[in-house]
Every structure is written in C-alpha cells, then in structure tokens.
C-alpha cells in the first residue's frame, strides 16, 4: 500500500472514531434520546382524533383529584415515574426516576392527598390515551410522547379559547392553536424552547 493511500486511510479512521465516541458519550449522557423515535405534528394531531374521549378522560380525573393549592406534573417510564414533581401551599418538589413502590412516592402522595390506586388509575388512563405524563391546572397539560430532545403535548383548557387567546397561543412557534379547547405544544423544559419542527410563523 503506497503511503498517500495509507494516510487517507488512517485519517478516515482516527475521524470515524472521534465521531463514534462522540456519538456514544451523546447517546449515555442522555439517556439515549437522539436514537428515539421522531414524531410529527400530524402524529399528535392523529392521536388525539383517534382518541379524543380518553384524553378528555385524563384531564376529568386530574381536575377531580388534584385538591385546590395544590400542582402535579407526572410522567410515568416504563412501570416508575420518569418525573413526580409536586406543589403544595406554593413550596415546590422536583423529583426524578422514582420506583413507583418506594417509601419516597408513598411521601409524596401523601403530601397531594392521593393513594397508590390514584396513581395506578392516573397511569392506566394515560395508557388508554397512548401518553405519557398529565400536569394540573387550566390548561391540563397531557404529554404525549418524547421526540428526540422534545416533548409533545396538548393542553386541554376547560373552555374553548376566544379569538384573542387563540391569537396569542398562534403568535410564537411552540404552541399552536388545533381547534375548540385544544392547543398543541412542542417543546422541552431541560433545553428551553424548541418550535414545532417544519414552523412556519403566522402574520
């Protein structure tokens, strides 16, 4: 093998290596994100035509459960909670990667008034509704799935916008007004904000 040769070749390896490794410390040091599946716009919108009634049905147990003065925003992660932040009497918790059956989450939902069947019953309706994670309020936030370093939501108000606050959620890039009482969200809280990917801005 002539040495010109012999160059490119090395100078092609010690390259592949360097973007390997960079790949592989991307992939652990985030769990593995960037090699999840890609969602679209249209995937959140199919979803919730396919199964309207059972998000519906999430925001109705979150509103009756949730006692006044107090917030939750639960994902679940494959039978644990991926996130169990809670607030009450504005003093907030943020926890992460819990064991759904640890003496920590029984703490917790004894700070929120709930029992374990509450969080059981929260998970199997999310389940029916293929989504992942509920937080209280108005808009009940519903989370849906993870898309690479984003999330997609929908927030469920409890009455149908107006004009001028469908306005205001159609101005910027990670909302956008879908129809009724329903505002679609791509975004994500550890990177900040991520606009609806193929966005084009409304005048």
Sequence with gaps: ??????ILLNSFAIITMIFGGFYLFIYLAFDGIFSG????KQDLIENYELRKSEI???????D?????GRYINIEFD???LGIFHIQKDGKHQSNWDLDIDSEKTDSLL???GWTKNDLEKLESKLVSANCISASSGN????GWQRSAMAKYYYNVFDDNLNDSLIDVYNKGCVHIFYKDNIVLEYGSGAFGSICFP?????E
């Design 1 to 6: 093998m002539n040495r010109p040769v012999k």
């Design 78 to 80: 494959n039978g644990d």
């Design 64 to 68: 009756s459960k949730v006692p006044a």
């Design 56 to 62: 519906t049905e999430v925001k109705s147990f979150i």
């Design 139 to 142: 808009p009940t936030k519903i």
């Design 37 to 40: 599946p890609i969602y679209s």
């Design 110 to 112: 004894n700070v929120i």
């Design 198 to 202: 193929s966005y084009e801005r409304q």
